[in-house]
C-alpha cells in the first residue's frame, strides 16, 4: 500500500543554547512542499543561504554532525533530525539565526514535544523509500564498528549495540521499529566520560555544556579536588559522583539509556541519505563518523538503484483487476493462445499484465526443452494482448 508524504501543519519554534558554541539560537520549523526533504537556512547570514540535509555535505563529525554549503555551516543536526525521521515528517523548512541545533535537554523529546503539539498533515505525493535489496555492510576494524542494511519486509528496524570497556556502562543494546521512536527513543540523552568532558572544557568546545543536558560518565576515581575543578568548569556550586559513576547524581531514564542514545544518533545521521529506509540497520559501536559514511555508502547505492528500471511489484495475494474469464470475453483469444492470465494494475496510462509461465505448457517444448521459457514472438503477442485489454477497456461493450 503506497504511503502519501507528511509535512508540518504549522511552524514549530524553540530557542535554546549550543552546546559547543554556547550561543542562543531560535530554530524554526516549517512546511515545506513535497519532495523537498530536510533543509537548513541560515537566516542570519548574507542572502539567507540553504543547507540541505545531505550525507555528502558532512563535513565535521567530531563531538556532531556538521553540514556546510557554499561556506554557510550548521551545527549539531543529528537529535532534531532524528525527531523529523522519528515521526515520518518528510518535508520541513529548518531556519535558525545561528550556527548550532540548541541542545535542550541532551535528547529529541523537546522537539517531538514541539512537532507533535503543532501537528503534520498528508500531502498528495507518495512517500518513496530506500527498500534495502540485499545485505550492505560498514566496518572499521581500527574502532571495532560493524555496521548492516538488511533486507525487511515493509518495515524499517534498527539495532544498536555498544560496549566501551567501561565497569560502570558495561555493554548495552537497544532496538526498535521506526515508529516507536518518539516512545522509545526520543528521551534518550546524550553522554560522554569524565575524561572527555575535561579534555572538551579546556578546549573550549563545550561552551553551552550542562550537567543537565548530558550524562557525564566518571570512569575512573576521582578526588575532591578534581570534582572542584570540574564544579568550576561547568559553573557548578558543587558536584558529586554516585556510587553507580553517574556525575552530580543524575537519574538515567531507562538502564540502557547510552545505547538508545546511540540509536538517537543513528536515526538522525541516517535521515541524512535523503529518503526514508526500509530494512533492518545493525550497528556495533556506531558513532557520527561511521553513521555518515555509512550513509553515504547506502545513497550511492540508492542512486545507482534508482536509475535503473523499476519492476512493478507483485503480490499473488492481491485480487486482480481482471481474471483471465474477464480478458476472455474483450479478448477473441482461446487457450493456450490466451496469454494474459490476469491484469494488476490499470490506469488510463498504462497496464501491467501477468503471464504465469510453466514447465508443463507443451508449446514451450519445441522451443527450449526442459526450460519453461516464453518464446520472444509470444511475448510481442503477450504485450499485444495487453495493450488489447487496456484499449478495449476504455470503451463501451468492450466483447462486441
Sequence with gaps: MSEKQTTLKGKAEISGVGLHTGQNVTVSILPAAENHGYKFQRIDLENQPIIP????????????TTLEKDGARVATVEHLLAALAGLQIDNALIQLNGIEIPILDGSSQPWIDELTKVGKEEQFAEREYFEIPNNISYTEPERKVEMIAMPL????????????????????????????????IAQSRTFCFLHELEQLAKANLIKGGDLHNAIVIVDKPVSEDELD???????????????????????????????????????????????????????????????????????SIYKKIKKQPKAPKYDPNEPPIFTNVDIQKMLPHADPFLLVDKVIELTDKHIVGIKNVTIDQPFFKGHFPGNPVLPGVLQIETMAQTGGVMILNQVDDPEN
Design 229 to 299: 575543578k570540574l564544579s568550576t568548569i561547568l559553573n557548578k556550586p558543587k558536584v558529586a559522583v554516585r556510587e553507580e559513576g553517574i556525575l552530580n547524581n543524575v537519574e538515567l531514564r531507562y538502564h540502557n539509556e547510552p545505547a538508545r542514545h546511540k540509536l538517537l544518533d543513528l536515526v538522525g545521521d541516517l535521515a541524512l541519505v535523503g529518503v526514508p529506509l526500509k530494512g533492518h540497520i545493525m550497528a556495533a559501536r556506531p558513532g557520527h563518523a561511521a553513521n555518515v559514511a555509512f550513509a553515504q555508502k547506502l545513497k
Design 53 to 64: 540535509a545531505d550525507c555528502d555535505l558532512v563535513v565535521d563529525v567530531s563531538r556532531g
Design 153 to 184: 519486509e515493509d518495515a524499517c528496524r534498527m539495532t544498536v549495540m555498544i560496549d566501551y570497556n567501561s565497569p560502570v556502562l558495561g555493554s548495552q543494546h537497544a532496538s526498535i521499529a521506526i515508529e516507536d521512536f518518539a516512545s522509545e
